[in-house]
């Protein structure tokens, strides 16, 4: 089901519509897509807490969640500049 919505985007740039219809598919897309999306994140922090034990489990959560923003996230600025400098787009 996630799929459908992005699919109707492709196909609405591919085809001749006006700009204001692909603006309005875009953003109902979106909005489609990302209820999926918040059913998956919401019970995350609370499957994430329970799987330490009770004396760590706010500290290791946390420290879990702060590292995995500086590596995953913090490097992206870095990845999109050097993009945007190879390609010559931006």
Request: hydrophobic share 45%; with cysteine.
């Amino acid at each position: 089901m996630p799929e459908a919505p992005r699919l109707w985007v492709c196909e609405a740039l591919s085809t001749s519509h006006s700009s204001t219809a692909v603006t309005w598919l875009a953003f109902v897309a979106l909005c489609i897509g990302l209820v999926p999306h918040a059913m998956q994140h919401g019970p995350q922090a609370s499957i994430i807490e329970g799987s330490f034990p009770t004396s760590l489990r706010h500290t290791s959560a946390g420290l879990g969640y702060q590292l995995s923003l500086i590596i995953a996230g913090g490097p992206a600025a870095l990845i999109a500049t050097r993009l945007i400098y190879q390609f010559g787009t931006g």
